[in-house]
């Protein structure tokens, strides 16, 4: 039971440890994304005020002067306006790098509890082997099978449906 138990864990923490680098990633992606966002933002600002300070009137401006500042002024407006669609493109980028990072630590949180059940297992297993008290192995038969179940459910995708477990990764989150 011992080599069974080190041994998914062993499986199980390098799914975990993939898991882990695919949030980074996506904490990095969110990073990015929010500060194109920002860099976005300020240069609307920037392309906007020029646009607005461009379309005033200039005392003793020739007809000529005019249609360029005002042509001059339509093109920083317009480049406003591209970077305000590119900033929304960014912010979307950033919500889905969030939440797909919210959906990776949901599965991050199932292989820590199992690594965690299955480390009290194999320490109750190296007590009873010290004390050769026999119940001590039932007992920690029951967080194996816990962390063994919680480990299948990691790698196979679904929900491991057991309100106590999902009550503790409440309280560990």
Sequence with gaps: MVVFSATFMGIANVKDNNIVQKMQQKQVE????WGW???RNI???????TADELS???PGETAENQKKRQDLSAKYAGMAKSQEMKMNVQKEAAETA??????????????DMCDTLLALSLALMGITALTKKWALFF???IP????????IAGFVGFHAN???LDFLLQILS
Excluded at 98 to 111: C, M, P, W
């Design 144 to 151: 194996m099978s816990l962390g063994t179940y919680i480990g």
């Design 162 to 164: 057991l309100p106590f």
């Design 139 to 141: 007992v920690a038969l």
């Design 56 to 58: 005033l009137t200039w």
């Design 37 to 39: 966002f920002q860099a």
């Design 30 to 33: 969110h990073n990015d994304n």
């Design 98 to 111: 969030l939440k797909d990072y919210d959906a990776l630590n949901a599965e991050d949180d199932k292989f």
């Design 43 to 49: 240069r609307a600002s920037v392309f906007e005020t």
